[in-house]
Structures are given as C-alpha cells and as structure tokens.
C-alpha cells in the first residue's frame, strides 16, 4: 500500500462561508510518499517540498505561526505552477493520503483548485486524519 504523509501551510485560516478571495492562500505544500508494508513498514519512494508564490502578502501573523515570509517566496513560482505534481501525489500515486487535520488541507487545497478552474479535483483513494484519529487515544476533550 502507499500512502502520501503531507502537509501545507498557508496565509492564515480559512473562512467559514466566505467568498473564494477570503480564503488562505497555499504557501508551502510538503509530503513523504512511501510504501507500508508489514515486512519492511514504510519505506520511502518520493518526496516533494514546495515554497509556492501567494497572490496575496503574507499576514505578518501568519509567516509568526510558520516562519514563512515574503522574502522567502518572492521568486518562487505560484501555485499553478505545480498544482499538476501535487495532485499527482495526491489522487494518482497514492492508495491513502495523510495528514494531522486532513480536512483544513483538504478545504485549502480544494479552494486552490477552484482558483484555478479545477473544483472537485481533490479525490483521493482513502484518506486519514491523524488528528481525528489520535483524539480518542490521547483522551483530548473538545477536539
């Protein structure tokens, strides 16, 4: 089986029924791809790490919580320009896709996608929330 560890960070939180412009924008996107297995457990296959062009400055409060500012991106490229080797990652190489708080990830990535043109191209095969999952383990009230 393969699974895609990943996470993003972005310019701030998104909104809840807020317009398309009020929404993060994808700063950073950054993923293991690996092979599990019983014999050898994960074994890594690919990696991608991606400083990505906003449209939009960063919120001096966002890049205190990531440490990503605007000189960090100022020549990188933007989003468009990767969006088809993330989603490869994404929906084509992978049999599960991870992430702690999956569900803000996916919201980011699918309101970047709709940026774009390409709303409802987040599909991955299976997904799993290490947050959700680990909730009732770590015996977290109000999560």
Same mark, same amino acid.
């Given at each position: 089986?393969?699974?895609?560890?990943?996470?993003? !960070? =972005? =310019?701030?939180?998104?909104?809840? &029924?807020?317009?398309?412009?009020?929404?993060? +924008?994808?700063?950073?996107?950054?993923?293991?791809? $690996?092979?599990? /297995?019983?014999?050898?457990?994960?074994?890594?296959? &690919? @990696?991608?790490?991606?400083?990505?062009?906003?449209?939009?400055?960063?919120?001096?409060? /966002?890049?205190?919580?990531? $440490?990503?500012?605007?000189?960090?991106?100022? &020549?990188?490229?933007?989003?468009?320009?990767?969006?088809? !080797?993330?989603?490869?990652?994404?929906?084509? @190489? =992978?049999?599960?896709?991870?992430?702690?708080?999956?569900? +803000?990830? @996916?919201?980011?990535?699918? +309101?970047?996608? !709709?940026?774009? $043109?390409?709303?409802?191209?987040?599909?991955?095969?299976? /997904?799993?929330?290490?947050?959700? /999952?680990?909730?009732? +383990?770590?015996?977290?009230?109000?999560?």
């Amino acid at each position: 089986m393969k699974a895609f560890v990943f996470d993003t !960070e =972005t =310019t701030g939180f998104t909104v809840r &029924d807020g317009r398309l412009d009020q929404q993060p +924008y994808i700063i950073q996107f950054a993923g293991i791809l $690996g092979e599990i /297995s019983q014999e050898n457990g994960f074994v890594e296959i &690919d @990696r991608i790490n991606i400083l990505i062009k906003p449209p939009i400055a960063i919120p001096f409060a /966002s890049s205190q919580v990531n $440490g990503i500012y605007d000189r960090d991106v100022a &020549d990188k490229e933007p989003l468009s320009h990767h969006i088809d !080797e993330i989603m490869d990652f994404i929906n084509i @190489r =992978t049999d599960i896709a991870v992430a702690h708080n999956i569900e +803000y990830d @996916r919201d980011v990535l699918s +309101y970047e996608l !709709e940026r774009l $043109g390409r709303a409802g191209d987040f599909h991955p095969k299976q /997904s799993l929330c290490t947050m959700r /999952s680990s909730t009732e +383990y770590c015996q977290l009230q109000g999560r």
